[in-house]
T-cell receptor, first 110, second 113 residues
Framework: LAKTTQPISMDSYEGQEVNITCSHN???????ITWYQQFPSQGPRFIIQ???TKVTNEVASLFIPADRKSSTLSLPRVSLSDTAVYYC???????????FGPGTRLSVLP | DAGVIQSPRHEVTEMGQEVTLRCKPI?????LFWYRQTMMRGLELLIY????????DSGMPEDRFSAKMPNASFSTLKIQPSEPRDSAVYFC???????????FGSGTQLSVL
């Protein structure tokens, strides 16, 4: 499985755009990039998944450069309720183990 | 859909006792995962099943841990005998097919005294 590296923590203010970058230098050809969000006392929740270029949904955008060695989760105009841990996972579409790293703890301040 | 259902929500037991955690995946989902989360070690994958068959149990910490999936709608994680270091939140998750996004349950908070 491709190893991922994310910042341990980030701070932001309400209304700002937050970008969390994940490095995955040894990503394989058939690997997808998936992001999850976890609030305290809850299980992780799927946010977005992509393979290349850009993916956007109602919650976030995912930017993946051509070499796919990194990816950036973009949260537009964060609010206090976006305070959570964000995990980046990389693995194949099938036979994937879904191994979570330490994630990025995002704190949104008023 | 009720989502992934785990029981009990909280479990307090004494060292040496047997503990059984239960999980009902989302109907129609073919893959099921058990995770353990602690402050020190984060989210650890313990075992996952595909079509009720254990595929990878390399994350199971030791022989005291066992997991079963007798049918597509039920799975158990058993710890016997339990130890204080087993105290953690245990999550169950399911996915429609292997490799698809995971849906997590609310977890079981286990405290072994």
């Amino acid at each position: 499985l491709a190893k991922t590296t994310q910042p341990i923590s980030m701070d932001s203010y309400e209304g700002q755009e937050v970008n969390i970058t994940c490095s995955h230098n040894n990503i394989a050809t058939n690997d997808y990039i998936t992001w999850y969000q976890q609030f305290p006392s809850q299980g992780p929740r799927f946010i977005i998944q992509g393979y290349k270029t850009k993916v956007t949904n109602e919650v976030a955008s995912l930017f993946i450069p051509a070499d796919r060695k990194s990816s950036t989760l973009s949260l537009p105009r964060v609010s206090l309720s976006d305070t959570a841990v964000y995990y980046c996972l990389v693995g194949p579409g099938y036979g994937q183990n879904f191994v979570f790293g330490p994630g990025t703890r995002l704190s949104v301040l008023p | 859909d009720a989502g992934v259902i785990q029981s009990p929500r909280h479990e307090v037991t004494e060292m040496g006792q047997e503990v059984t955690l239960r999980c009902k995946p989302i109907s129609g989902h073919n893959s099921l995962f058990w995770y353990r989360q602690t402050m020190m070690r984060g989210l650890e994958l313990l075992i996952y099943f595909n079509n009720n068959v254990p595929i990878d149990d390399s994350g199971m910490p030791e022989d005291r841990f066992s997991a079963k999936m007798p049918n597509a709608s039920f799975s158990t994680l058993k710890i016997q005998p339990s130890e204080p270091r087993d105290s953690a939140v245990y999550f169950c998750a399911s996915s429609l097919i292997e490799g698809e996004k995971l849906f997590f349950g609310s977890g079981t908070q286990l405290s072994v005294l």
